[in-house]
């Protein structure tokens, strides 16, 4: 009895330890994201719209899970170095990456061997706004219209030079899917960046840009160029006397580089949801819309699903104007 006795406490402990072996798995480590610093990376130089949108965005983040967002600029490749760095960062919520237009949808046409697969590696959390273009001439040419435009390069084929920030580059593609759309044929100058174009551009030597708002529309205010439409389904509220592409005769006519938040494929769907919602407190900010709408940035939320359902549209849409088009780019 004495040893029974002896033996007791033991038993008493290996009870406990043989219920638990049957009892369900612990909360998951997401439950408790997160622990520490969230790293964001940006695939371009500070200062840009697209890092001004992560640092209000990460902001928003920091203050919603109560943990510091760093900040990581990664530029270069056309947002490769940046894609490659979250597709290899573990799937735990830490690594955030304000990607969009470039890597999800032109890089994957334009670059076979990409060191990073969209679908495979990267989960997406959601959209966060999006940019059109405008549509801007130098004053010297007699067009005031779309319409106009399609007319004078019908009446001028391949004579009138359209200028971009870069073969391959948004402020490419967006024409080239006009002309197809009108049935005109113009010239296409690349520029490496819209600042190298822009002097160009105000002297009437490569007279006309679809560009990006916040470059445009101080030019366009001071009489230097004239907007003739926006590239986006709905009118800009920054311009809103600008009817868009679609509204100036060319129904169905839609282009913009857009901005969203992805992460590691395989992160647990809590974390990528309680960051969605982040997001969507920062949309339905009065005082962010208004801060980026001054920049022609139109802020705008959606699902996971919603993102990934807009990547392989623009993708399928892409495709087919860079392979009617013709166009190549350099490899990286």
Do not use: C
């Not at 001004?52 to 900040?71: H, K, T, Y």
């Not at 009138?160 to 967006?174: A, C, E, K, Y």
Request: charged share 20%; no cysteine.
């Amino acid at each position: 009895m004495k040893n029974l006795r002896s033996q007791r406490p033991y038993a008493l402990l290996a009870l406990p330890a043989a219920l638990l072996a049957g009892m369900p798995p612990a909360p998951a480590a997401a439950q408790a994201w997160p622990t520490r610093p969230v790293r964001m990376i940006i695939p371009f130089t500070p200062g840009g719209s697209t890092d001004l949108l992560a640092r209000a965005v990460g902001g928003r983040i920091s203050e919603g899970v109560g943990q510091p967002v760093v900040f990581d600029n990664r530029p270069g490749a056309n947002t490769i170095i940046a894609f490659e760095l979250q597709a290899k960062a573990a799937p735990d919520g830490y690594t955030l990456l304000m990607g969009g237009f470039n890597g999800m949808v032109m890089n994957p046409i334009f670059y076979p061997k990409l060191p990073y697969d969209v679908e495979r590696d990267l989960a997406p959390i959601g959209m966060v706004g999006a940019s059109p273009l405008m549509v801007v001439v130098h004053p010297s040419l007699p067009i005031r219209s779309m319409r106009e435009l399609a007319d004078y390069a019908r009446a001028n084929p391949g004579k009138l030079d359209f200028q971009s920030s870069g073969n391959g580059n948004i402020t490419h593609v967006s024409v080239e899917l006009f002309m197809t759309m009108a049935g005109v044929k113009m010239q296409h100058i690349p520029y490496k960046g819209g600042s190298a174009g822009l002097p160009d551009l105000l002297s009437g030597a490569v007279p006309l840009k679809f560009d990006v708002p916040i470059s445009a529309l101080p030019h366009v205010k001071a009489g230097k160029l004239r907007a003739l439409a926006v590239t986006s389904p709905r009118r800009l509220s920054i311009a809103p006397e600008l009817p868009t592409v679609a509204e100036a005769g060319y129904r169905g006519y839609e282009a913009a580089t857009w901005f969203s938040l992805v992460t590691r494929r395989g992160t647990p769907k809590d974390i990528i949801d309680r960051v969605n919602a982040e997001i969507r407190r920062f949309v339905e900010s009065a005082e962010a819309r208004a801060q980026f709408a001054a920049q022609g940035i139109e802020l705008e939320a959606g699902s996971p699903a919603d993102l990934q359902a807009r990547v392989m549209r623009d993708r399928a849409t892409w495709s087919t104007v860079v392979r009617k088009a013709g166009i190549t780019v350099e490899p990286i």
